[in-house]
């Protein structure tokens, strides 16, 4: 997973061109449903189609952690990226757990080039998905006012085990010896319990990925 955030230079049809602090563009396939401003500030949760090598690379970009974890879980079942890109963000988690709960899976027949075969996999997910939020906290965006770290009061406490962080970090790939070494350096830092799971996850992985861990 890579994580991206800077400011949108450009707005085109399913992509935005995001310039981040380091002057890197990139070009990201995004949700079409959301709307997007130039030069609004934004983050995402991007993956590479490991099927499409050299200039047509694509970089497929999420709004939550969750809905890259659906993406992910759906590719793990032999969904190409693509194909589960686009059911994340065509149908979202709420609509595709009311799918998997009542067995209807009249919403994915709509999607093109699905088939049966797919379905089935899709709705064999069931509690990876479930237990999906579908109000996971998604980007601040620049037309909001305020970024997430600023929306969240610095005194407010947030109430999560160690059990449901190790299952975050599990699912992204992380082995659990790197866990328990990030849960000491987070607590180190008074870090744990002072922001969101999602952003302990997301601060976790720049220690691990800087080095810190």
Not at 106 to 123: D, E, F, G, Q, V
Not at 163 to 191: C, H, N, W
Request: hydrophobic share 40%; net charge negative.
């Amino acid at each position: 997973m890579i994580y991206i955030t800077g400011k949108i230079l450009h707005v085109l049809e399913h992509q935005v061109v995001i310039r981040t602090a380091s002057s890197v563009g990139y070009l990201l396939y995004i949700n079409p449903s959301h709307r997007y401003y130039i030069n609004e500030n934004a983050e995402f949760y991007v993956i590479f189609d490991p099927s499409v090598i050299g200039p047509n690379q694509k970089l497929y970009a999420f709004d939550t952690f969750d809905e890259w974890l659906l993406m992910k879980q759906m590719a793990s079942r032999g969904l190409a990226v693509e194909m589960a890109t686009r059911v994340v963000h065509e149908l979202g988690i709420g609509q595709l757990q009311r799918a998997i709960a009542t067995g209807d899976d009249s919403l994915l027949k709509r999607i093109p080039n699905m088939n049966s075969k797919l379905i089935r996999a899709i709705m064999e997910i069931g509690d990876e998905c479930m237990n999906l939020s579908k109000n996971s906290i998604a980007p601040m965006h620049a037309n909001q006012g305020q970024s997430l770290d600023q929306n969240q009061p610095t005194e407010k406490t947030f109430s999560y085990t160690a059990t449901e962080f190790t299952e975050k970090m599990s699912q992204i790939g992380y082995p659990r010896v790197k866990i328990v070494e990030t849960i000491s350096a987070l607590k180190q830092e008074d870090a744990w319990g002072k922001m969101s799971l999602i952003d302990l996850v997301k601060k976790s992985i720049a220690l691990i990925e800087d080095g810190y861990v």
